[in-house]
């Protein structure tokens, strides 16, 4: 049974940073991607980005790259988005999630954190 659990929302100023982990477990990842997802209020979720386990490729969503960095820990199993330079338009819930490469669906998903950023 995987299990994806994240922690590290909170509420920040604009300007401000903060750093969200997801722990996995219950499964071997290294064939697995891990992504983040967020859904604000109203809005459909969307993906943030993503980490290919093996590797470390990853991808990122337009309107965080140069602001937002994810990377994984082996040892941990552990995947982390260090999100920097917030705005107000970032608040959303957070979702970790996992799939195997080989698949398109990510079929796995954490409880999600909400992040909040003021103005």
């Known amino acids: 049974q995987v299990q994806l659990v994240e922690s590290g929302g909170g509420l920040v100023q604009a300007g401000g940073s903060l750093r969200l982990s997801c722990a996995a477990s219950?499964?071997?990842?290294?064939?697995?991607?891990m992504a983040w997802f967020r859904q604000a209020p109203g809005k459909e979720r969307e993906i943030v980005a993503s980490i290919i386990w093996s590797g470390g490729t990853t991808y990122y969503a337009n309107s965080v790259k140069g602001r937002f960095t994810m990377s994984r820990d082996n040892a941990k199993n552990t995947v982390y988005l260090q999100m920097n330079s917030l705005k107000p338009e970032d608040t959303a819930v957070y979702y970790c999630?996992?799939?195997?490469?080989?698949?398109?669906?990510?079929?796995?998903w954490g409880q999600g954190t909400q992040v909040t950023v003021s103005s």
């Open positions: 219950g499964r071997t990842f290294s064939s697995y991607a």
């Open positions: 999630a996992a799939r195997r490469v080989v698949t398109a669906v990510y079929d796995y």
